[in-house]
């Protein structure tokens, strides 16, 4: 499941096992957050070819990966940093500071904090498994791409909502941003609840037939797909209008 940011632990939430982002959401320092937090950082990496990849220990045989491996590991900085780097995990699960407030914080000392160096070089291990996992793993790969897709149903939608004035804010004052923002935000949460129950309701239904539905069927279907029929492109049909809270779902 792709988690909207690392800050969610402490927030009324599903468990967060995965996230999704493509390359532009990648840092070292990222992968680290997520390895201490006890998830899986997942990007879709452009240029793997160009990525450097690390090693624990230099002059040990990796087998066939081991020309991949080009940089050591600074371990000594990990074991002593190791308690610095729980309290920070402690701290961001227990909602005590925003990630955005932190990262931003551990990403301005650049390479001047023995910390922010020690979380550094834990997210290099954390990216080496996740790039040689992407490589190796089809059903991986497979995985990031629905993760990302369900992502860009999010957005596709907020662009079909908020069509007027191409979909821009034009208002100059922040709270009248903000309104406009939280307006949107209330539509697309009402079209994911209203999809939420009606997948509910079809599950019942097929359950009844005999027809169970597989947990990964709802690992990969999209809440915020607001059209079903043109989503599986079928034409538009004239249909009545409905008078009951949910139409029966299809045979």
């Not at 220990?57 to 900085?77: A, F």
């Not at 979909?167 to 209330?186: I, K, M, P, T, V």
Request: no cysteine; aromatic share 10%.
């Amino acid at each position: 499941m792709a988690g909207k940011n690392v800050g969610t632990p402490y927030q009324d939430a599903p468990e967060i096992k995965e996230h999704y982002t493509d390359t532009g959401g990648y840092t070292d320092l990222i992968f680290g957050l997520f390895i201490l937090l006890g998830f899986r950082f997942a990007p879709r990496l452009r240029d793997l070819s160009d990525q450097t990849l690390y090693r624990a220990r230099k002059g040990v045989d990796y087998g066939v990966i081991t020309p991949t491996l080009k940089k050591d590991i600074k371990v000594h900085l990990i074991i002593e940093h190791w308690d610095d780097l729980n309290r920070v995990a402690a701290s961001l699960k227990d909602g005590l500071i925003r990630p955005s407030i932190l990262i931003s914080k551990l990403q301005a000392m650049q390479q001047q904090n023995p910390l922010q160096q020690a979380l550094q070089e834990l997210g290099r291990i954390a990216k080496t498994l996740h790039i040689l996992a992407y490589v190796d793993d089809p059903a991986f790969r497979r995985r990031v791409l629905i993760g990302l897709n369900k992502g860009e149903h999010l957005h596709s939608l907020a662009r079909d909502i908020a069509f007027g004035r191409q979909g821009r804010f034009h208002d100059r004052g922040y709270e009248a941003q903000l309104n406009r923002a939280s307006a949107l935000s209330l539509v697309i949460n009402a079209i994911a609840v209203w999809n939420t129950r009606y997948f509910e309701q079809a599950q019942a239904k097929l359950a009844q037939q005999g027809i169970p539905v597989p947990e990964e069927v709802w690992q990969i279907l999209s809440q915020w797909v607001w059209n079903l029929r043109q989503e599986l492109s079928q034409q538009w049909q004239p249909t009545s209008m409905r008078l009951t809270e949910f139409s029966p779902p299809s045979n």
